[in-house]
């Protein structure tokens, strides 16, 4: 998309940008850390948490994901994405804001996604079609929570370092392996995924716990 034909309204973010800024609000400012491997931004000049339709949209949001970080001005999303040191961004901008920021965020590789969530997608879906990292143009918030719940999903799996692949293994797969040492991977490590996997399903804390418990009396996992 030729970006000379969109007005932008915020100050321009570049990767190089958000690495080498040094204003003084930036030294003055710790860098944000987050607790999740990501962070979800909803950006809309109408957000009032007062409104009964707002705090619908933030419940169904937060019953998904840990956090929603709140953002009134596009200016708020971009020194979120500025003071984020490490994980992906998702982004759900209103159609009213959305052309301008879009043209702003789309080329830091922190943002993952974009979600273009407005009343009139007819008007919006035209423009939205020409960038990569919109999902698409909705008028409900469900669909958005739907994909937000697997693509924050896949960020919490990616960040899970478990493997039970002997060092002899790994090295050789730095070396190249050929089909021979594909076949002979240890069944330990197809157990490791398949484990992962449960873990990351178990939505109850107590049941955690209790597996946190008896992996230590196993001795499977290091006391601190």
């Given at each position: 998309?030729?970006?000379?034909?969109?007005?932008?309204?915020?100050?321009?973010?570049?990767?190089?940008?958000?690495?080498?800024?040094?204003?003084?609000?930036?030294?003055?400012?710790?860098?944000?850390?987050?607790?999740?491997?990501?962070?979800?931004?909803?950006?809309?000049?109408?957000?009032?948490?007062?409104?009964?339709?707002?705090?619908?949209?933030?419940?169904?949001?937060?019953a998904v994901v840990n956090y929603v970080n709140v953002c009134t001005k596009p200016e708020?999303?971009?020194?979120?994405?500025?003071?984020?040191?490490?994980?992906?961004?998702?982004?759900?901008?209103?159609?009213?804001?959305?052309?301008?920021?879009?043209?702003?965020?789309?080329?830091?590789?922190?943002?993952?996604?974009?979600?273009?969530?407005?009343?009139?997608?007819?008007?919006?879906?035209?423009?939205?079609?020409?960038?990569?990292?919109?999902?698409?143009?909705?008028?409900?918030?469900?669909?958005?929570?739907?994909?937000?719940?697997?693509?924050?999903?896949?960020?919490?799996?990616?960040?899970?370092?478990?493997?039970?692949?002997?060092?002899?293994?790994?090295?050789?797969?730095?070396?190249?392996?050929?089909?021979?040492?594909?076949?002979?991977?240890?069944?330990?490590?197809?157990?490791?995924?398949?484990?992962?996997?449960?873990?990351?399903?178990?939505?109850?804390?107590?049941?955690?716990?209790?597996?946190?418990?008896?992996?230590?009396?196993?001795?499977?996992?290091?006391?601190?």
């Amino acid at each position: 998309m030729n970006e000379k034909n969109v007005k932008s309204t915020v100050p321009k973010l570049t990767a190089s940008a958000a690495e080498t800024k040094t204003t003084r609000s930036d030294v003055m400012r710790p860098r944000r850390r987050m607790v999740q491997n990501y962070l979800v931004l909803w950006v809309d000049d109408n957000i009032d948490e007062n409104n009964k339709d707002c705090r619908n949209v933030l419940a169904q949001l937060r019953a998904v994901v840990n956090y929603v970080n709140v953002c009134t001005k596009p200016e708020q999303c971009v020194e979120f994405l500025n003071e984020m040191d490490e994980g992906k961004a998702f982004v759900i901008s209103s159609g009213a804001l959305g052309q301008s920021l879009v043209n702003d965020i789309h080329g830091v590789p922190k943002v993952d996604a974009i979600y273009i969530f407005c009343g009139k997608k007819a008007r919006h879906k035209p423009w939205a079609k020409d960038w990569s990292k919109i999902r698409g143009v909705f008028t409900s918030i469900k669909p958005i929570c739907e994909s937000l719940k697997k693509v924050t999903r896949e960020c919490d799996h990616d960040s899970i370092p478990m493997s039970f692949v002997p060092k002899r293994t790994m090295t050789e797969g730095a070396i190249g392996f050929d089909q021979k040492n594909l076949d002979q991977l240890p069944p330990s490590y197809m157990y490791s995924v398949i484990f992962k996997d449960i873990v990351l399903e178990i939505n109850d804390a107590k049941s955690i716990k209790a597996l946190e418990i008896y992996c230590k009396k196993k001795k499977f996992l290091k006391q601190k």
